[in-house]
């Protein structure tokens, strides 16, 4: 079992930063592949990043790239996403989630094989 608790979120203007953090307690972390995604009013959930259990392999959404940087720290059991130059578009409820069963990079943007999920933190860019 993993139990995963986010935190960072806020407001913030547009061309600003935020760094979100998802502490996660189990014994599972350092043997899951860790994402993040997030849900906008009436949208679905969309995936953001994620990294291997080693942090040897990342994966980002198209419109994250150069702008979201995914990293973790097992010692910590904490996975982060560093996001800079917001948009008002990147405005959703941003969800940590741990896969103790993925392996290929080619499913990392995949919710369904992720096990286990947060609560969800609240990040608001403005215009």
């Given amino acids: 079992q993993v139990q995963l608790v986010e935190s ?3 407001l913030v203007q ?3 930063s935020l760094r979100l953090s ?3 307690s189990g014994r599972t972390f350092s043997s899951s592949v860790m ?3 997030r849900q906008a009013p009436g949208k679905e959930r969309e995936f ?3 990294i291997s259990r080693n942090s040897g392999n990342t994966k980002y959404r198209d ?3 150069g702008r979201f940087t995914i990293s973790r720290d097992n010692a910590k059991n904490t996975v982060y996403l560093q996001m800079n130059s917001l948009k008002p ?3 959703a409820v941003y969800y940590c989630a741990a896969s103790p069963r993925l392996s290929s990079s080619n499913y990392y943007d995949q919710n ?3 096990d286990y999920w947060g609560q969800g933190t609240q990040v608001t860019v403005s215009s």
Avoid: L, P
């Fill in 22 to 24: 998802c502490a996660a």
């Fill in 89 to 91: 578009e990147d405005t």
């Fill in 8 to 10: 960072g979120g806020g």
């Fill in 48 to 50: 953001v990043a994620a």
């Fill in 35 to 37: 994402g993040w995604f």
């Fill in 63 to 65: 419109s994250g790239k």
């Fill in 112 to 114: 369904r094989f992720y």
């Fill in 14 to 16: 547009a061309g600003g």
